[in-house]
């Protein structure tokens, strides 16, 4: 019995040590479930610094409203608008917006620009050009006391006024509406998300005009004044059509807030646009995302008091950047920005863009990150989950901005 009980105390405590060592081995090999390998990542939820290593910066990473690496919430999504009604499903007919074809007068500064040696002097080019323009459900023309918000909405590289609307056929690059392909080649889904938004009071009723970066001089002046229409140097010269012929158009010919009548002076229509900054806004994507940088944060805060960059600003000079805050904190410095919202793609490199918007949050005068427009937020950079350099990402920039446009 004694060599039995002997035997018992030998395995039981050769089986406790073998347990200890293996906790102990589990231990040193960081391999216990309740202790990560890594510690988890933190941030400033203001400058986005990480881990208090100056240098080291990112951007909020929103799940289910709440960033995973601070305690910053937020009104905005970062998965992206698929497969769903706002996107898919149009609204009852008494909610639904029109889009309209609008036709007006330019110059094409950018081709005087390029071609100043075959011109003669004092000539201009002017030619005609088209925007869509979405307009809310029960917007009358004749109802001239009902105001409404605009919001200017540019294409990207190589794309055109029809881009958004997806007002072009299949073969014109914005392809054709099948349950396969649903509202991701371009355009396809816009009118519906911008009718859900404004039915359910989410957004505000707007006018949204989509323009086209390129004024084609050579249709009505011949070939030799064709221009590179992928040339980001468009962007830097858009703003004169925006401010002297485009808005002065759309405010002669739709019910917005500035009131331009024939016979005003120049001087006149600048006061009213500036009077009524608060109701015009622009995004752009891609190549439209670098006019936000070249054009409207260079030259037209004084007109427009939102902006939405959405994959944008990656051909722009680098000088711009440094050009645009200079501006922003000198000639516009009694100009506050009611809302910036800047965002990208997971799959089209974000730190890219992330850079840009990070730079202008620290050197930007009056710019408080967040989605607390309320309580005086009126900036944030938003990564789109599982999305590319596509409509995906920015049908998704779209419905965010909307939610802080025209709201404060």
């Known amino acids: 019995m004694r060599s039995l009980i002997r035997l018992i105390l030998v395995l039981s405590c050769a089986a406790a040590t073998a347990t200890a060592v293996l906790c102990l081995a589990a231990c040193i090999g960081g391999a216990t479930v309740d202790e990560p390998e890594t510690p988890a990542m933190t941030h400033d939820p203001v400058t986005l610094e990480v881990d208090g290593r100056p240098g080291t910066y990112h951007w909020h990473n929103f799940v289910d409203g709440k960033c995973e690496y601070c305690d910053e919430t937020t009104i905005f999504r970062q998965e992206q608008l698929k497969g769903e009604d706002i996107l898919t499903t149009p609204v009852p007919e008494e909610y639904r917006g029109t889009v309209e074809s609008f036709e007006y007068r330019a110059r094409s500064y950018y081709t005087e620009e390029v071609h100043a040696d075959l011109l003669k002097e004092g000539q201009e080019l002017w030619v005609t050009k088209r925007a869509n323009v979405y307009l809310p459900a029960g917007y009358d023309p004749n109802d001239k006391e009902t105001r409404y918000d605009v919001l200017f909405l540019m294409h990207g590289n190589g794309l055109n ?175 506050n920005i009611n809302y910036w919202f800047v965002g990208a793609g997971t799959s089209e490199q974000p730190e890219v863009f992330f850079g840009f918007y990070h730079k202008f949050l620290t050197q930007v005068n009056g710019l408080v990150p967040g989605s607390d427009i309320k309580n005086g937020d009126n900036c944030e950079f938003c990564v789109t989950n599982n999305t590319a350099h596509n409509y995906a990402t920015w049908i998704t920039d779209l419905y965010n901005s909307m939610l802080v446009f025209f709201q404060k």
């Open 161 to 335: 006024e029809n881009y958004w609307f997806a007002q072009g056929e299949k073969g014109d690059g914005y392809g054709e509406y099948t349950p396969d392909n649903t509202c991701y080649t371009g355009g396809y889904g816009t009118t519906n998300v911008l009718d859900h938004l404004m039915m359910d009071g989410r957004a505000v009723k707007t006018i949204v005009v989509t323009p086209t970066l390129y004024s084609p001089a050579e249709s009505e002046y011949g070939e030799q004044f064709a221009v590179d229409r992928s040339d980001p140097a468009i962007t830097t010269s858009w703003w004169k059509e925006f401010k002297y012929d485009l808005l002065p158009a759309i405010a002669k010919n739709y019910n917005i807030y500035a009131e331009i009548t024939d016979g005003m002076t120049a001087d006149e229509m600048d006061a009213e646009f500036i009077a009524n900054r608060d109701h015009q806004a622009y995004a752009g994507l891609s190549m439209g995302g670098t006019t936000s940088y070249a054009s409207v944060w260079m030259e037209c805060v004084d007109y427009i008091s939102y902006i939405g960059t959405f994959s944008g600003g990656g051909s722009a000079a680098p000088e711009i950047f440094d050009m645009a805050i200079a501006q922003k904190n000198g000639k516009f410095a009694d100009y």
